[in-house]
Nanobody, 114 residues
Framework: QVQLVESGGGLVPPGGSLSLSCAAS???????MYWYRQAPGKERELVAG???????NYVDSVKGRFTISRSDARNMVYLQMNSLKVEDTGVYYC?????????WGQGTQVTVSS
């Protein structure tokens, strides 16, 4: 079992940047890792994903602004978020997935507001 802890959320004005981190309690080298977000009153949506081979994918609304990365040596996953928009507001969750096993973190709040 993998425990995940997100950090780095906060309040930022439109156009600003934030860097989220996800710390895993054990090795994630075999896991595909994801960032999801859930805005108030909306369903949770996939934001970005990265495979063990470092292939990445992004939801269209964040392409060119967000970057997902991982450090298997440190059991960490990151989400660099630039040019933030009000609509990026939400709780951001980290997920680890391997052969049907899925683990979620508790989330970190990101609020983009002037």
């Amino acid at each position: 079992q993998v425990q995940l802890v997100e950090s780095g959320g906060g309040l930022v004005p439109p156009g600003g940047s934030l860097s989220l981190s996800c710390a895993a309690s054990s090795s994630i080298s075999l896991y595909s890792m994801y960032w999801y977000r859930q805005a108030p009153g909306k369903e949770r949506e996939l934001v970005a994903g990265i495979t063990p081979g470092r292939s990445t994918n992004y939801v269209d609304s964040v392409k060119g602004r967000f970057t997902i990365s991982r450090s298997d040596a440190r059991n960490m996953v990151y989400l660099q978020m630039n040019s933030l928009k009000v609509e990026d507001t939400g709780v951001y969750y980290c997920k680890a997935e391997f052969r049907g096993a899925r683990y979620w973190g508790q989330g970190t709040q990101v609020t983009v507001s002037s």
